[in-house]
Each structure stands twice: as structure tokens, then as C-alpha cells.
């Protein structure tokens, strides 16, 4: 979506230009070649939750509206998963901003051509994780471009069950740092409603939009990361061993993708943690690692392109002899801000 942060609305042809745009690098960026990277990390790591942000699915519809094609990143890269016999299960699609826009126009004829976009959160569950309970929802916070356009972020909670502990596993995408206003509104509602409350261990997964490695002055910094630590979240990878030596930047490769090294410099996707349980333990998490994925040359499709503009996370939490292992990772179309991210 980028490119439309920039257009005048009332200007019919910058709106078919930036859209068409748009639709070019979704095209360029070859979804179903980038899956095969993306399953590869997860076939690598067997997360047992897998939380996705911007899981993007382009409807292509003719001057009179009616479908002449498709591209679903989830149907995508659940084909993919399925075709390694790797057992994971849909858990829940949050449903967030939905859009259709002209990307043909013909003086003749008017609009030719248009697409449909939605963006959209998903869990996936491995088959072995019992899921107890599972709520999705909007933030009502939200923010307008234009007239039938509007920005929305979401969250989905899923709830399973660790010798007798509750384990929330919530996903999330805030809104970009250009619009901190609507993100510092989207925090509240997620600490007031989302994750309030809640008994056990909370595990917060996402693309916050908010660096950890940066402060205030910094285009890529807010206040979120750090409201979440001091509202008790404890931070994965500021508790991995990884951290001592390496920044842990997860954004942002160019929208193209095909950057000739990592561009990552920004650390914005994260997975969190915050134990509450009436019972008298000093901690139920007792050991934490995690990594950054995607950032490697190695890790190029066979095309030359980077599997997302943000890299994946993946952490891992021991409680006892029992393991979680949560994945925060982006499918996005571009390469620059989340769990991959770019801006689309």
C-alpha cells in the first residue's frame, strides 16, 4: 500500500497508476517461488503456533467486476506446507482492510481491469497442539485514505494448554510508524481487551512497527515495544543467548526484493512474553532462545529473491521438560517492516 499513502484520491489517474504499481510488484515478486522459502524455515524450525501478518489475497476482476483471476498467499503456502507432509492446521484467518481499485482504463471504454486486495492475519497450529479457544477480532482504531478505504489491523488469540497452564498465543500487526497516532490507539485496545487478564503465560507475536533498537527522533521508533515491556512482556530474543552478539533487525529488504545483501537494520517483529499465574512459582518459563530467519544468503529462492522484506522469528520457551515453540513471521508481497515486512 505505499505507494497510496502518496495519491490524491480525487485523482482518478494517480489512483490507476499507484494501483497498477502496486499490482506490477506483487506480480514481480513471485509468491508461490518465495513460499518454497518460507516452508523451508518452517520445516526447519517445527513451530508448534505460527503467527502470520499481512497473508495477502489479490482477486483480479474485469470492467464489469466479475473474477478473471486470483492470487491467495495463504492457499499458496498451506499448498506448500501440504506438499512436504508437514502437518499444520488453519486455527483462524482475521479478516482486516479490503480494498478494490482500477488498475486498466481505457478512454473508451472506462475501467478495464481491477483487483481486490485483503489483508489478513492467520495461526497455524501444528497437529500435535490441542487448541482450547480461539477469538479474533478489529481494532476499532483505524485510519481513512479516502472515501471506501480504509486502513484496519487486527488480532487473533488461541489458547492451548502446557501441563495444566494456560498458553495464549496472540498475533498481531500494528499500524506503521508514519501513522503513530492510530498504532498507539490499536496498543491500548490490544493491553485494555486483548491480553488482559489472562492466567498462565500470554505470548505476543507480531509486527509491531515499533524498534527496539532505536528512540525517539527515529522514523522507525515509537512508544509501543516499550509501553509492552513495562506492562510485564518479557522479550524473546533480549533473553536469547543470540542476542549477545548479534542486533536481532528483522526489516527491511526493498519492495523488489532483490536487494544483493540483507537490508535488515530495524528490529520490529517480536515475539513476547508475560507469565501471571496464581500459583506459588517464581517462574513457569524457565529458558528462552530464539533466531532471526530469512537473512542469509543461503536463504535466496531459486530467482534471487529474498523470502520476504522482513525476516521470520522464531523462539523457543522450555517449562520444565515441556517445550513452546512460537513462530512470528510475515508472508508479505514486498521485503521491508515485520516478521518481513515492506508496506503493501
Request: with cysteine; glycine share 10%; proline share 4%.
Amino acid at each position: 500500500t505505499g505507494p497510496l499513502f502518496q495519491v490524491d484520491f480525487t485523482d482518478f489517474g494517480a489512483v490507476i497508476q499507484a494501483s497498477a504499481t502496486i499490482w506490477a510488484e506483487v506480480q514481480s515478486t513471485r509468491f508461490p517461488e518465495r513460499a518454497v522459502a518460507l516452508v523451508d524455515e518452517i520445516e526447519e524450525g517445527r513451530p508448534q503456533l505460527i503467527g502470520l501478518q499481512e497473508v495477502a489475497r489479490f482477486i483480479n476482476l474485469d470492467g464489469q467486476g466479475r473474477p478473471i483471476g486470483s492470487l491467495d498467499f495463504l492457499e499458496v503456502l498451506e499448498s506448500e506446507i501440504a506438499s512436504r507432509g508437514l502437518a499444520y492446521t488453519r486455527i483462524a484467518v482475521q479478516e482486516n482492510t479490503s480494498v478494490t481499485l482500477p488498475i486498466a482504463f481505457d478512454p473508451a471504454l472506462g475501467v478495464t481491469e481491477l483487483v481486490n486486495f485483503s489483508d489478513r492475519d492467520v495461526v497455524l497450529a501444528r497437529s500435535d497442539v490441542s487448541i482450547k479457544a480461539v477469538a479474533n477480532g478489529t481494532y476499532a482504531t483505524t485510519f481513512s485514505l479516502a472515501e471506501g478505504v480504509t486502513l484496519k489491523r487486527g488480532w487473533i488469540r488461541v489458547t492451548t494448554r502446557r501441563r495444566g497452564v494456560p498458553f495464549h498465543f496472540v498475533n498481531t500487526h500494528l499500524e506503521s510508524q508514519a501513522l503513530a497516532p492510530v498504532q498507539a490507539g490499536q496498543l491500548q485496545e490490544l493491553l485494555g481487551s486483548v491480553v488482559a487478564g489472562l492466567d498462565g503465560v500470554t505470548v505476543l507475536v507480531g509486527d509491531l512497527n515499533s524498534d527496539a533498537e532505536a528512540g525517539p527522533g527515529v522514523p522507525s521508533w515509537t512508544p509501543s515495544y516499550d509501553e509492552l515491556i513495562g506492562q510485564g512482556f518479557v522479550d524473546a530474543w533480549e533473553q536469547s543467548d543470540a542476542s549477545s552478539d548479534q542486533p536481532g533487525f528483522t526489516c527491511c529488504n526493498d519492495p523488489d526484493l532483490t536487494n544483493l545483501e540483507s537490508l535488515f537494520d530495524q528490529r520490529i517483529d517480536f515475539v513476547l512474553f508475560r507469565e501471571n499465574w496464581h500459583l506459588p512459582i517464581e517462574r513457569l518459563i524457565d529458558d528462552v532462545d530464539a533466531e532471526v530467519l530469512g537473512e542469509e544468503l543461503d536463504d535466496l529462492t531459486v530467482g534471487g529473491l529474498w523470502p520476504s522484506d522482513h525476516g521470520g522469528l522464531l523462539a523457543r520457551q522450555r517449562m520444565g521438560d515441556r517445550r513452546m515453540i512460537a513462530s512470528g513471521k510475515s508472508t508479505r508481497s514486498e521485503g521491508s517492516g515485520r516478521s518481513r515486512r515492506g508496506r503493501r
